[in-house]
């Protein structure tokens, strides 16, 4: 009889890594596992460190995909499987997705569904193709609100709410006791500036690090028109461009910076899981 398939939506976070190890150590030998990683060419070099360390210290065996954008054609993301030696750092795939779907925003929240979404299930369909698989995602018991509402349907788990539960205090005092961990503050997050992050972040992560906001500059300048839409589309809230918010850092000081600290991001924190909240999942382009 065949063991029950999960697959393990590795984000590259403390807590999806603690999830990753739990399942390894208690279901490794009752289930057939995959660990997969989705880089968008925009992770922080930190986390790529964060995924290989946690790889081999546990032996997960992480499979590292990027989206390969269809162009040409009706057809929605594949994948390409990479190394962390040969992952991109420059943005590559995340500059093929805005190619073709143009820049996310709120309003065009498509990132996740083709730099992470989309090569996960393709890479996954090729294993698996009878789809008779389990995902497990790595979201807390503290954020039961990040939960799908059709998680069954979906076949989506989380362990750490369910099987496993844990709250944020408990990961991260896990992580205390191993002689290593993901050395990013939660501000900066796996991808420092995403979109999803409160205005407040955004001009923190700023005054620290200006350099990680040119990739996002440089999408605004080059394909503004990109994708569907009425054209001179830009990243953050408030419809502001990246120079918007460079500006905004000159003239704001430190106590004044905005955002509320409370439900700020909308679910971004430090990484992005890709499965944890309610959105279209798959855009199949061949049947729209």
Same mark, same amino acid.
């Given at each position: !009889? ?36 989705? &880089?968008?060419?925009?992770?922080? =070099?930190?986390?790529?460190? /964060?995924?290989?360390?946690? $790889? ?51 309003? /065009? ?51 750490? !709410? ?27 997050? &796996? ?7 409160? $205005? ?18 440089? !999408? =605004? ?8 839409? &009425? ?33 700020? $991001? ?17 855009? $199949? =382009? =061949?049947?729209?």
């Amino acid at each position: !009889m065949r063991k029950p398939r999960l697959f393990v939506s590795f984000s590259g976070g403390r807590s999806s890594a603690y999830m990753a190890q739990w399942i390894k150590r208690t279901m490794g030998e009752t289930h057939d596992l995959l660990f997969v990683f989705a &880089n968008t060419g925009q992770e922080h =070099e930190e986390t790529l460190k /964060f995924v290989r360390r946690c $790889d081999e210290a546990f032996g997960l065996g992480v499979v590292w995909v990027e989206a390969a954008v269809q162009f040409g054609a009706r057809v929605s993301t594949k994948h390409r499987v990479v190394t962390f030696e040969t992952a991109s750092r420059n943005g590559l795939p995340f500059e093929h997705v805005i190619q073709k779907y143009g820049i996310p925003n709120q309003k /065009f929240p498509h990132c996740t569904r083709e730099l992470k979404l989309n090569p996960m299930y393709s890479y996954v369909d090729s294993v698996w193709p009878e789809r008779d698989y389990q995902i497990a995602v790595g979201l807390r018991v503290d954020e039961q609100r990040r939960r799908r509402k059709d998680a069954d349907f979906t076949r989506i788990v989380y362990p750490l !709410m369910d099987w496993h539960p844990i709250d944020k205090e408990d990961a991260n005092a896990w992580w205390e006791q191993q002689p290593f961990t993901l050395n990013l503050t939660e501000r900066q997050g &796996n991808c420092v500036w995403c979109w999803k992050k409160s $205005d407040r972040k955004h001009l923190l992560n700023l005054a620290d690090d200006p350099e990680s906001y040119e990739f996002p500059d440089r !999408m =605004e300048k080059l394909y503004p028109d990109a994708g569907a839409g &009425n054209g001179g589309r830009v990243f953050f809230r408030g419809n502001r461009s990246t120079q918007d918010l460079i500006a905004l850092s000159q003239i704001v000081i430190p106590d004044e910076r905005m955002g509320s600290r409370d439900d700020e $991001d909308g679910g971004c924190s430090e990484s992005c899981e890709a499965f944890g909240e309610q959105q279209l999942d798959l855009f $199949d =382009e =061949e049947a729209a």
